[in-house]
């Protein structure tokens, strides 16, 4: 944290107690507390008698290798240790069960973290922190509260196999995997465009657009305002939201041409989303892969390969994607011993195998480490594209924890905006003027929201 005006929600309401946090360690064959430390037996194993812990996976397969991993350590012990599947634990479900340890994405840690256990740096494997700080400073100011473990988000994708038809050397790449033909955005729009007159058929449909951008969400757009390195509190300031600065007019104006270009060349200005579709139908090279589409499986289905890469350069810059990141947090309260065992078994790489393995999310590994693991082209193309990812800010608005100032964004209150903008019918600066307004009044509604339901 940088300036004593910056709020993240976690840090106002971790005012409102105190947390002792306990990291001692035994001497081996002292007796000590195994309700506030970390104990040792005379043999040197861990000493678990008497604790309890409930541990939530996402999988069965996560299950049964957790409870193949922690098995010895229970042998000849009065410890308990659960393990239960859910798909997801919101923060919620976390703070009002026996949950004591869980995988939830970072908005919703960020949430209870007065509850969680902070781990200290030296106890967990820098390997998953250090490379990954990007997107978790904020969370992890005080200690390891929140251990990543995947990343997901709206990855840019291109098919390799139609864009092979449409005469490209696919094999003529950058260093990202992107066809040096066309790494950017403006080259796209300008290969778009030339198929506007005559549309090319590829097996037996026509190609409907290069890219089929449409503005009717904004988690995917978010990536369009990031090329010239604007993203929301540039500052690390909860007062600067980012909104008002020449960078974010910059933004606009450079993602204008981009909005404002006629993607469809169907000539019916379809404006729906639409990126899977176009996807499966192989009708569009360039999509956009939502988190819940999987690559694998379609690419069985249709006989055409995918890449994923980053997003394409626009002015020359590199856009970031807006990720949606999932970590281990653990309860304040478990018990010292077991919560140390379980967080390096979750943290193992068998664990980071395992994940990799499902083939879910993108798995986070330092993109140095790649060749440690086995894993499909897809994932490895995934790990490396989310080295250009940003994930939502977890500031508050001033003096209303409980009100993240990305919500705005997210809310999709400035999609009229950018329609607007997309339509010509306003100027870049007309369009970061209306956004301010909009703002302040998103404000003053939430505001008064929060300060209603607290006067109750």
Not at 377 to 382: D, H, L, M, T, V
Request: with cysteine; net charge negative.
């Amino acid at each position: 944290m940088k300036k004593t005006t910056m709020i993240v929600i976690a840090i106002v309401l971790l005012l409102t107690g105190g947390f002792v946090i306990f990291s001692l360690f035994s001497p081996r064959g002292q007796l000590c507390s195994t309700k506030k430390t970390v104990c040792y037996l005379e043999d040197g194993r861990l000493n678990i008698n008497d604790q309890t812990i409930v541990i939530v996976v996402e999988t069965e397969t996560q299950k049964d290798w957790l409870n193949e991993q922690l098995q010895p350590y229970t042998v000849d012990t009065t410890a308990t240790i659960t393990i239960i599947v859910r798909e997801e634990t919101s923060a919620f479900t976390f703070i009002n069960s026996t949950i004591d340890v869980a995988l939830m994405d970072k908005q919703a840690a960020g949430s209870i973290f007065p509850y969680l256990h902070r781990f200290d740096y030296d106890e967990v494997n820098p390997d998953l922190i250090n490379y990954a700080s990007k997107h978790l400073d904020e969370i992890n100011h005080d200690g390891i509260a929140f251990i990543p473990a995947t990343i997901d988000g709206p990855f840019f994708v291109m098919n390799t196999t139609l864009l092979s038809q449409l005469g490209y050397d696919v094999n003529d790449v950058d260093e990202h995997g992107r066809i040096k033909a066309l790494s950017s955005f403006e080259a796209i729009m300008e290969a778009n465009e030339s198929y506007r007159e005559n549309r090319p058929v590829i097996g037996q449909k026509r190609l409907t657009s290069m890219f089929p951008l449409t503005l009717v969400e904004p988690w995917s757009l978010y990536s369009f305002f990031t090329g010239n390195g604007w993203h929301m509190y540039p500052t690390d300031d909860a007062f600067e939201p980012g909104l008002n600065t020449p960078l974010f007019l910059e933004s606009l104006t450079l993602v204008q041409p981009i909005l404002s270009h006629s993607w469809d060349l169907t000539g019916q200005n379809n404006q729906a989303w639409r990126y899977e579709n176009e996807l499966i139908a192989g009708t569009a090279p360039f999509v956009i892969k939502v988190p819940w589409l999987n690559l694998e499986s379609i690419s069985d289905v249709t006989n055409q390969t995918y890449v994923v890469t980053p997003m394409p350069t626009i002015g020359g810059n590199q856009p970031y994607t807006l990720a949606q990141v999932k970590g281990w947090v653990f309860k304040e309260t478990v018990s010292p011993a077991l919560k140390q065992l379980v967080m390096e078994k979750l943290t193992s790489n068998g664990f980071t195998q395992l994940l990799l393995t499902e083939n879910k999310e993108a798995v986070m590994i330092d993109p140095t480490r790649v060749d440690e693991f086995e894993m499909s082209a897809i994932q490895r193309q995934k790990i490396l594209a989310s080295q250009f990812t940003i994930s939502p800010s977890l500031f508050a608005l001033p003096h209303y924890p409980s009100v993240l100032g990305f919500d705005f964004y997210t809310s999709g209150n400035m999609l009229p905006i950018l329609n607007q903008l997309k339509d010509q019918s306003i100027t870049p600066s007309q369009a970061q003027t209306q956004i301010l307004k909009v703002y302040d009044r998103w404000v003053i509604e939430r505001t008064y929201y929060e300060n209603k339901s607290n006067s109750k």
